[in-house]
């Protein structure tokens, strides 16, 4: 695992660049390639009577891991955006706890 999951990001402009951003993704945490979930989410963002434009976030959700790694794992994905069309992007982290994270409805050791 990660789950990464893309808010106001086009999935084409996604797809341009997803194959490396997977493979950097692997790299640097070292985890297999089949784990990894790149999805793009189709957000509105409402104040009040009037649509906002949307900001590309993407939210990463995983077991936690290094702060060295999580930092690096931020500037992979702004990176990505960045070749994608994304001047700016914010990148924020959720942790997974495996004793609340199942499988099979099973608890993942």
Not at 21 to 33: D, Q, Y
Not at 56 to 75: G, N, S, T
């Amino acid at each position: 695992m990660p789950f990464l999951r893309f808010h106001a990001i086009e999935k084409e402009k996604l797809d341009r660049v997803g194959e490396r951003l997977i493979s950097e993704i692997v790299s640097t945490l070292g985890c297999p390639r089949e784990t990894v979930v790149l999805e793009v989410v189709h957000s509105s963002f409402v104040s009040g009577d009037e649509h906002l434009q949307a900001y590309p976030f993407v939210k990463i959700e995983y077991f936690e891991r290094p702060k060295e790694q999580q930092d690096a794992l931020a500037k992979i994905v702004y990176q990505s955006l960045q070749e994608a069309g994304y001047p700016e992007s914010d990148v924020y982290f959720s942790f997974l706890s495996p004793e609340r994270y199942y499988e099979n409805g099973e608890v993942i050791k």
